[in-house]
């Protein structure tokens, strides 16, 4: 069975505590072989403790799959992406390094590349995944868009992302707040940013440039 339309999966970065509730509930989907594809992040470690779960996206046009030269990875029409399949698999990294949200990981042991499959096994039946089934803060939801809209009249939901000249639509749904006037999240403009703030940061950048 397919996951229902109105289901969406949504992410509110502004609302995690860091507890690691999901890293570990990843682990007990029975899709992914008792091993966690969650990962939690430090925004910023040297400056704040605020940190942010990493999940696949779901991208409307998987980089992942499009660059795999043994067409491995699937994209389902109800916009899951899947891990790559073992008798496909070729373990080229190429999924890995071209993945712009850095999702895909590659098990060695297994010579496969392992993803959050949005816990297929729950939500193919209308269940929450494991990881927003167990969040404290709300910081993962699973549910529909009215839902959402009733619980956070603060936020709207975002599903644009641009990487410099590159657009990604994505299945999840990224909470910002409701004043924004973009329309979508600009991930380059947000590192520019993030240099211009950081004379240290910035002059690492210029370091490391050619």
């Known amino acids: 069975m397919p996951v229902p339309p109105t289901l969406h999966y949504f992410l509110d970065p502004g609302r995690c505590i860091g507890c690691n509730a999901c890293v570990q509930a990843c682990a ?4 992914h072989r008792g091993q966690s594809m969650m990962q939690l992040d430090f925004i910023d470690h040297a400056r704040s ?19 795999c030269p043994a067409d491995a990875i699937k994209r389902t029409e109800d916009g899951v992406v899947h891990t790559a399949r073992k008798p496909r698999c070729i373990a080229c990294n190429n999924c890995v390094l071209a993945c712009p949200f850095g999702v895909p990981k590659m098990n060695n042991a297994a010579n496969l590349m392992m993803k959050c499959d949005l816990c297929y096994d ?32 603060a936020s709207k939901t975002n599903r644009e992302f641009r990487f410099g000249g590159q657009t990604i639509t994505t299945r999840v749904r990224v909470m910002v707040p409701k004043d924004r006037a973009e329309t979508h999240l600009d991930v380059t403009a947000s590192l520019r940013r993030s240099r211009d703030a950081d004379p240290m940061l910035d002059a690492m950048y210029d370091e490391g440039s050619p």
Do not use: N, Y
Request: some cysteine.
């Open 28 to 31: 007990e989907c029975d899709t």
């Open 49 to 67: 403790p605020q940190t942010v779960p990493v999940i696949c996206m779901h991208c409307d046009t998987p980089t992942c799959a499009e660059v």
């Open 122 to 153: 729950r939500t193919s039946q209308g269940l929450k995944p494991m990881c927003a089934s167990v969040c404290p803060s709300g910081a993962l939801w699973f549910g529909t868009e009215e839902e959402i809209r009733e619980l956070r009249p």
